[in-house]
Every structure is written in structure tokens, then in C-alpha cells.
């Protein structure tokens, strides 16, 4: 029967870091067979005395790094800490199904060689509206569970991959320190390098309780600009797969199709538009507004962001 570790990175988030870990203390799969791995990014929050008396099921291990090093340090930490056969990731804000872990293993034994992305929605609790729709429908949500995806769509809130192979490529690279990005990174050498497929396991079910408002959402994106941007310093040969081409500033390699492409969206995306845009989908948000204006305001704020950052690393 495959070991499986759990790796939970968390950082001062303990009342729904404990959410997360009850969810995983009642799985099917077999808690002989399962470990918990949870590690503290330095949180300066009760998370470490909550640890040192939890008691689960599971074996669990807690570490806990001196100082705050990032989410992908500490999933490396979590990965090295770990003796799994398969690294199933799981955030700290999120409530695992009962069979969540089955269902990873349950798809690795069919799908040898792969990276599993499990179907990871907003927690019917923090309500409706458009924003929150529209995460629910970006990534492996555009593809009908059990299909093949693309590698950009790997996230770590519920995936799963087999620790050998993390540890082939390199684990997670470290220079990402800003939040976004070290996931897709790391799903780009993991099919370059390790010839892993990407696949979409929609039985393998949790909720994520994570509270953004309309705003956060889009703000959040020029916080992303500067891991996006590192990614793509990489990975240049992703930029036209992602969509993200057209977002970049010109360069002199633009080919003349792309330099079209990219003043177009300029004219698309300029500041005043933008905040126009912004400033009616916020009054209206919940009362719902069309996706296709929640991707334009996104893809106007990383456009902005890409704009005034160059990689930082």
C-alpha cells in the first residue's frame, strides 16, 4: 500500500490551520499508512503550542523554520521532512473531503508518472458573488474532471505528486519569495524535465476558506507581478502558452504580429478604462457582473504590475 505525507505550509494562521488539520484527522485512507506533515514558517501567532499538543490519528510531524523563509522553502522543508511515497499538498486554509487522500492514490495507481490537481472550490461560507465565481472557474475548473491539462494549472492547495520525483527536479526553487508562481514553476520542470503528464482529479474534493473581497482579489495581482515576472525569466518559452505575451512591455525580439498584439491590448487596458471598469464591477459585484470582465480587470492589473517591475531575483 503507498505511504502518502500530507505537507501543510502555514504561517499565522492557526484557527484555520486547525480547521484543515480535523478535516485530514477523520480521512478513509488508512492513518498507519499517513503522515502530516506541518510546517511553521516562523508564525509569531500560538500555531506552535496548538502543534505541541495535537494529537492525531495520523503520524504527525511538525516543523518549525527560525525565521520566515516563504511558502517555497517551506514546502521544500515539508518535502525533506517527509518519507511518503507521494507528497499530497494541502494549504492551511483548506477542508479536505473524507476521502481526499483515497482518491489521490486512487488516481497515481491509474496515472503512474503524474501530477495530480484535485478540485479545490470556495467554501460554500464565504457566500456568492462574481469574484468568487470566477476562482472557482479559472485553472483545471475550464476542463471536465479525469482530463489531461496543462502543467500552468498545478497548484498546491490540493495536489499530489510522488516524492521522488519533486526531488529529481529539484524540489521547489526557493528564489520565490513573493506569493504566486513557485507552483507553476516547479509543474514546468516536473513535465520538462521528469516527463511528468498533468491530470485532473475531481473526486479528490476540498473546500477552500479563504476570505477575499473584490478588491483583494484584483490587488493581489500586482503583488503577483514580480514571481510572475521571475517565472517567466525561467521559462521564456512559456509566456505565449500562459497568455501572458501581450501583457509583457515591448522588447526589441517582438516579432511584428506581437508588437500589434501588444499595443492593442494597451489601448485595451489603459488606466482610465480601467478604473472605470473597476469602479462600476465594484458596485455591482454582488449582484454578479460577467466573468469576462473579471479577466479583463485582471489582466489589466497584471499588466500594470509587469510594467514596473523587471525580475527581481
Same mark, same amino acid.
Given at each position: ?5 500530507? &505537507? $501543510? ?26 503522515? $502530516? ?14 502543534? @505541541? ?11 518549525? =523554520?527560525?525565521?520566515?523563509? +516563504? ?7 515539508? $518535502? ?30 491509474? =496515472? ?8 479545490? %472550490? ?16 479559472? +485553472? %483545471? =475548473?475550464?476542463? /471536465?474532471?479525469? /482530463? ?28 520565490? @519569495? ?30 477552500? %476558506? =479563504? ?28 509566456? +505565449?502558452?500562459?497568455?501572458?505575451? &501581450? ?32 469602479? $462600476? ?5 454582488? @449582484?454578479?457582473?460577467?466573468?469576462? %470582465? ?20
Amino acid at each position: 500500500m503507498t505511504t502518502v505525507s500530507v &505537507v $501543510i505550509p502555514t504561517y499565522g494562521k492557526r484557527p484555520v490551520l486547525a480547521r484543515t488539520l480535523e478535516s485530514l484527522r477523520v480521512q478513509t485512507y488508512p492513518a498507519d499508512h499517513t503522515e $502530516i506533515v506541518v510546517v511553521d514558517d516562523h508564525s509569531t501567532d500560538d500555531t506552535q503550542d496548538y502543534l @505541541r499538543e495535537l494529537t492525531l490519528p495520523q503520524r504527525l510531524v511538525a516543523v518549525r =523554520h527560525d525565521e520566515n523563509r +516563504g511558502r517555497a522553502a517551506a514546502r521544500n522543508t515539508g $518535502i525533506r521532512s517527509a518519507t511518503g511515497e507521494l507528497i499530497v499538498f494541502v494549504d492551511d486554509d483548506m477542508l479536505c473531503e473524507p476521502d481526499l487522500i483515497e482518491q489521490h492514490v486512487l488516481f497515481h495507481r491509474s =496515472h503512474p508518472r503524474s501530477i495530480v490537481i484535485g478540485d479545490a %472550490v470556495q467554501a460554500p461560507e464565504l457566500g456568492h458573488s462574481t469574484a468568487l465565481t470566477y476562482l472557482d472557474e479559472m +485553472g %483545471v =475548473h475550464k476542463h /471536465s474532471p479525469g /482530463s489531461l491539462v496543462p502543467a500552468r494549472y498545478f497548484v498546491t492547495n490540493n495536489s499530489s505528486v510522488e516524492r521522488q520525483a519533486m526531488l529529481d527536479v529539484g524540489l521547489f526553487d526557493e528564489s520565490f @519569495r513573493n506569493y504566486g508562481f513557485e507552483d507553476t514553476e516547479i509543474a514546468f520542470r516536473l513535465e520538462d524535465d521528469a516527463g511528468l503528464s498533468t491530470w485532473y482529479c475531481g473526486e479528490a474534493r476540498a473546500l477552500h %476558506v =479563504h476570505r477575499q473581497s473584490f478588491d483583494d482579489i484584483l490587488d493581489k495581482r500586482i503583488e503577483n507581478a514580480p514571481p510572475l515576472r521571475h517565472l517567466l525569466s525561467r521559462h521564456p518559452n512559456r509566456a +505565449g502558452e500562459m497568455m501572458v505575451d &501581450v501583457l509583457l512591455p515591448p522588447a526589441a525580439t517582438d516579432s511584428g504580429e506581437l508588437r500589434t498584439r501588444k499595443l492593442l491590448v494597451a489601448l485595451a487596458t489603459n488606466r482610465l478604462f480601467y478604473r472605470a471598469v473597476r469602479a $462600476i464591477a465594484r458596485a455591482i459585484w454582488l @449582484r454578479g457582473f460577467s466573468l469576462r %470582465v473579471m479577466t479583463y480587470l485582471i489582466a489589466c492589473q497584471y499588466r500594470a504590475g509587469l510594467a514596473r517591475t523587471t525580475d527581481p531575483q
